[in-house]
């Protein structure tokens, strides 16, 4: 009886979701501004945001260091969660969750190193390397 009362439960919330989307679906269609024609001009009936007329590309190049600071979030804010989830746990786990969560730990410790070794945490300006020119040739001539 108890899992027929958590699928009703479930239904229920699905339902008050589904109900309360599309309310705010129905009213957004309903009042909803609408204006077209010539009276928006141009600017308004461009894809952009607010009617603000563009005025450039919109295909940024982002450096790679952009992309690499995304992936070390996720990685460390997934880590984060799994262990939060692990000390909510803690004491029904045993030594054997206790383990798990350290190996989990220790690869995470290695990966970082890896990754500090690599130089991909490096996200300051780069230095060049000076071009070294023989300063013998130069007096010869």
Avoid: C
Avoid at 19 to 24: D, E, R, T, Y
Avoid at 27 to 37: D, E, K, N, P, V
Wanted: charged share 15%; net charge positive; hydrophobic share 55%.
């Amino acid at each position: 009886m108890e899992n027929v009362s958590s699928i009703w439960s479930i239904f229920t919330y699905a339902l008050v979701i589904g109900i309360v989307l599309a309310g705010m679906m129905g009213l957004s269609a309903i009042t909803g501004t609408r204006r077209s024609g010539r009276a928006l001009g141009r600017s308004m009936s461009m894809p952009f945001e607010s009617g603000i007329i563009p005025t450039g590309s919109a295909h940024l190049r982002l450096p790679v260091q952009y992309y690499l600071v995304a992936m070390f979030f996720v990685i460390f804010d997934v880590e984060t969660a799994i262990l939060l989830t692990w000390a909510t746990v803690v004491a029904e786990v045993g030594w054997i969750g206790y383990g798990a969560a350290l190996a989990f730990i220790v690869f995470l410790a290695i990966s970082l190193a890896y990754l500090w070794r690599a130089g991909a945490l490096d996200w300051g300006p780069q230095v060049r390397p000076r071009r070294v020119t023989d300063t013998r040739k130069d007096l010869a001539s």
